[in-house]
């Protein structure tokens, strides 16, 4: 983690909303709401881990900041200008890229890895020569811990762990400030995650990188993370810095998934005392009136059903939306 300290977020979303439309009957449709109303912001420097069980938007948070999906509603700003259509798009659009979940989906079969990786560099145009596009190839590749000499081989012939490496220096190739991570480990072995991890730490510290890191799970956003947010159904539920929110979670939700996370020591393990929730997580597109929990919440009362609780702050840098945090 490196330290965070300047005043104006690298970036800000401000009530975002991706609603998609799903056709219910002939010529009706209804909104899924994928992300709603969903505000944050991430300072130079810093890494925000974004989790939630499958399903609960983080992703899709992830690339409507990014533009990648037009937002229903709501801001995205850069260095505190909105990123609107047009300049201020092309050049957030240099400045931010993308770390893809699949390794094994995201890279072309077709295209040698060298192709793969000068990708940002040939759509924004960033070398003079042939000359200069190679030996930025080869210095991505060693980077990221590979052999300049496989430029010319194809990604099938890579490892899962090599194959990440690849997407990752695809998108330092337009030297950006900001990446989402979007779960960059969960489809690799687990003795393989640590290095990615470890590797993505590294870049940080050595290109000043910031970062927005999404995972299902919260060990492994835990030591990656400067702060922590967490969605359920669409919204932000708990926000607060990485100890703090292990340290003292305050939403229901927040403590059943710390309380699933694995204890190596089998004698703590033992006297933990898991959260099970009941029931399944509601369709996005039928959400619980009120607090979206609720029909999971062991604790919900009759405001729970009336009235959404919004994200609020309850302690210093500790915003949480439940009525009775
Ligand atoms: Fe549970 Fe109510 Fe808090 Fe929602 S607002 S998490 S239902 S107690």
Request: proline letters at 6%.
């Amino acid at each position: 983690m490196t330290s965070v300290n300047k005043e104006t977020p690298l970036v800000e979303v401000r009530n975002l909303k991706q609603y998609f439309p799903v056709r219910t009957g002939f010529i009706k449709t209804v909104p899924l709401k994928a992300v709603d109303d969903v505000s944050f912001s991430i300072m130079e420097g810093e890494t925000l881990g974004l989790v939630g069980e499958s399903g609960c938007g983080k992703t899709t948070v992830g690339r409507t900041l990014l533009q990648l999906y037009k937002p229903t509603g709501g801001q995205v700003l850069y260095r505190g200008e909105e990123i609107t259509p047009g300049d201020s798009l092309n050049r957030f659009r240099k400045k931010a890229q993308i770390v893809f979940q699949d390794p094994y989906s995201s890279l072309n079969p077709r295209m040698t890895v060298g192709d793969i990786i000068a990708e940002p560099l040939d759509v924004h145009k960033l070398y003079k020569t042939k000359k200069e596009r190679e030996e930025r190839i080869q210095s991505l590749m060693e980077l990221v811990g590979l052999s300049s000499e496989q430029s010319t081989r194809y990604a099938h012939e890579f490892s899962g762990g090599q194959r990440q490496r690849i997407g990752i220096a695809r998108a330092l190739a337009s030297k950006p400030e900001f990446i989402v991570c979007d779960e960059p480990v969960s489809a690799l072995d687990v003795s393989i995650q640590a290095q990615v991890i470890n590797m993505l730490e590294d870049l940080q510290k050595r290109l000043g990188l910031t970062y927005l890191f999404i995972a299902h799970d919260l060990s492994v956003v835990k030591h990656i993370s400067n702060r922590i947010a967490v969605m359920y159904l669409g919204h932000l539920i708990e926000l607060a810095s990485s100890v703090e929110l292990h340290r003292d979670p305050l939403h229901p939700y927040t403590q059943s998934l710390l309380s699933a996370v694995p204890i190596p020591d089998p004698e703590k393990a033992r006297k933990a005392n898991r959260i099970v929730l009941g029931g399944e997580v509601p369709s996005p597109l039928n959400v619980p009136s009120g607090c979206p929990f609720r029909t999971r919440c062991k604790l919900a009362q009759d405001i729970c059903k009336n009235q959404r609780p919004e994200l609020k702050e309850w302690k210093p840098g500790h915003f949480v939306a439940c009525h009775l945090a």
